[in-house]
């Protein structure tokens, strides 16, 4: 029988699932792409020459700044890291 | 193997700086994407070959019954309220007609402001440009042209074309 994982559980697991790796770094390098995938391709992104541009061009731009943060701090880190040892 | 570590090291900070640089650049690009309101919807070309012969001082009134072409020559779709609707033409530049006017008919509306068949606009040589019908609600409107062309005197058949940039703006 499976017991249930208490809330201090979920913190640890999350906190590793989070924490800078190159799991991590390439997961959020993966969603970077993505993200500059979706503004930059003329079908889907921001370059479709419809008036108002569709979907909404704000929410892939942020899209974009939060990938763009999360793949930029955890290759600094881990670039640091490196540098540290 | 520690000079190893320090050059992945490196690598990784510099990979950390080009992924902050490309996103500059591309929200550059994309913002410039976004502020760019005016979009060109067509270009329609009407050529005199298409709608027939027309003899020297002859008036000649071409409606989507005769010309199929001429209905819904422009169809667009807004997803906004209130953009407004140019259309350029060359008109002034067309030889060959005493007269030469399009007029721009609602053949699709959307809202209670205008109603079908309303005219929109006339083009005429005079007067080649509109600027702007105000398509104040969202959904699909469409246009009918209407052609009334007057031949002035030529010395041999004279082949003419009209060209009308139709194109969509969020502000007048």
């Known amino acids: 029988m ?21 799991f991590t770094l390439i997961a959020s390098i993966a969603a ?20 108002p541009p569709n979907p909404t061009p704000v929410y892939q731009l942020i899209f974009l700044g939060v990938t763009t943060c999360l793949a930029s701090l955890y290759s600094a880190i881990l670039g640091y890291r490196q540098l540290k040892e | 193997m520690k000079k190893g570590r320090r050059l992945s090291g490196l690598l990784l900070i510099m990979l950390s700086i080009t992924i902050v640089g490309v996103s500059a650049y591309v929200y550059e690009q994309a913002s410039q994407t976004i502020t ?9 070309t ?14 000649q009134t071409y ?6 072409n001429l209905g819904d ?18 008109l002034d530049s067309v030889s060959g007609y005493s007269t030469y006017s399009i007029v721009v008919k609602f053949s699709q ?13 006339t083009l005429t040589v005079g007067s080649p440009d509109y600027s702007s019908i105000d398509l104040d609600a969202t959904g699909t409107w469409a246009f009918d042209f209407e052609i009334t062309t007057t ?21 007048v």
Request: no cysteine; net charge negative.
């Open chain 1, 2 to 22: 499976k017991s249930r994982m208490n809330f201090p559980e979920i913190i640890n697991r999350t906190k590793s699932l989070v924490s800078p790796s190159y």
């Open chain 1, 32 to 51: 970077w792409i993505a993200s500059i995938v979706l503004i930059m391709f003329p079908t889907i992104g921001l370059t479709t020459p419809v008036y």
């Open chain 2, 36 to 44: 760019q309101t005016i979009i060109e919807i067509a270009t329609i």
């Open chain 2, 46 to 59: 009407l050529k005199n070959s298409a709608l027939g012969n027309l003899n020297e001082g002859e008036t």
């Open chain 2, 63 to 68: 409606t989507q019954a005769g010309v199929a």
């Open chain 2, 73 to 90: 020559a422009i169809s667009l779709t807004t997803t906004t309220a209130n953009v407004y609707l140019h259309l350029d033409s060359d």
């Open chain 2, 109 to 121: 509306v959307v809202g209670a402001t205008y109603s079908v068949g309303d005219t929109a606009t």
């Open chain 2, 151 to 171: 031949a002035s005197s030529v010395s041999s058949d004279t082949p003419s074309t009209v060209t009308i940039i139709v194109s969509a703006e969020s502000t």
